[in-house]
Antibody, heavy 115, light 112 residues
């Protein structure tokens, strides 16, 4: 059974940093692109970033480029999102998903940016 | 960026009746590899999204056959043949033909 479990969310002040993790199981992690998607409270879905199987290709939405870094550790079956210079508008539930097509999703982790 | 526009934004439906959601993209979603990366996702209340349909019309694993997708180029449709109570939620179309991946605004399906 495919499982994706996000962690690392919490309350952070504007300008602060946070690192999200996603633990994957039930499939060969190193064979898949991985994705981060976020959803602000009461809003729709926004794609954040993708990373290729070997980490050689990374793509970001304009609003986070230069502030967020996606990475992965295939030995640990884990996906990460390092977030810095956080803004109030980054407040959202952050989901990790398998593949560019977002075939499977985790339950999400809430990031709240507030003073 | 490719803009995805869904209609309607809200759809009250009677149980057992069909429902249809449209999605239009601001440019063709045909990829250079010949595939069209248009997907439909369902988000039930309080749940993460779930992939229903990929590449226009392919049902993902475990998705009931009352869900079907169609379309081409820039115009796509999700059909539910007979709405059940568990279908309540928000439906999103998503394009992955070109980065950035983009989603429609979502269509809320509710029971009359």
């Amino acid at each position: 059974e495919v499982q994706l479990v996000e962690s690392g969310g919490g309350l952070v002040q504007p300008g602060g940093s946070l690192r999200l993790s996603c633990a994957a199981s039930g499939f060969t992690f190193s064979n898949y692109w991985m994705t981060w998607v976020r959803q602000a409270p009461g809003k729709g879905l926004e794609w954040v970033a993708n990373i290729k199987q070997d980490g050689s290709g990374k793509y970001y939405v304009d609003s986070v480029r230069g502030r967020f870094t996606i990475s992965r550790d295939n030995a640990k079956n884990s996906l990460y999102l390092q977030m810095s210079s956080l803004r109030v508008e980054d407040t959202a539930v952050y989901y990790c998903a398998r593949a560019i097509l977002a075939e499977y999703w985790g339950q999400g982790t809430l990031v709240t940016v507030s003073s | 960026d490719i803009v995805m526009t869904q209609t309607p934004l809200s759809s009250p439906v009677t149980l057992g009746q069909p429902a249809s959601i449209s999605c239009r993209s601001s440019q063709s979603l045909v990829h250079s590899d010949g595939n069209t990366y248009l997907s439909w996702l369902q988000q039930r209340p309080g749940q993460p999204p779930r992939l229903l349909i990929y590449k226009i019309s392919n049902r993902f694993s475990g998705v009931p056959d009352r869900f079907s997708g169609s379309g081409a180029g820039t115009d796509f449709t999700l059909n539910i043949s007979r709405v059940e109570a568990e279908d309540v939620g928000v439906y999103y179309c998503m394009q992955a033909t070109q980065f950035p991946v983009t989603f429609g605004q979502g269509t809320r399906l509710e029971i009359k």
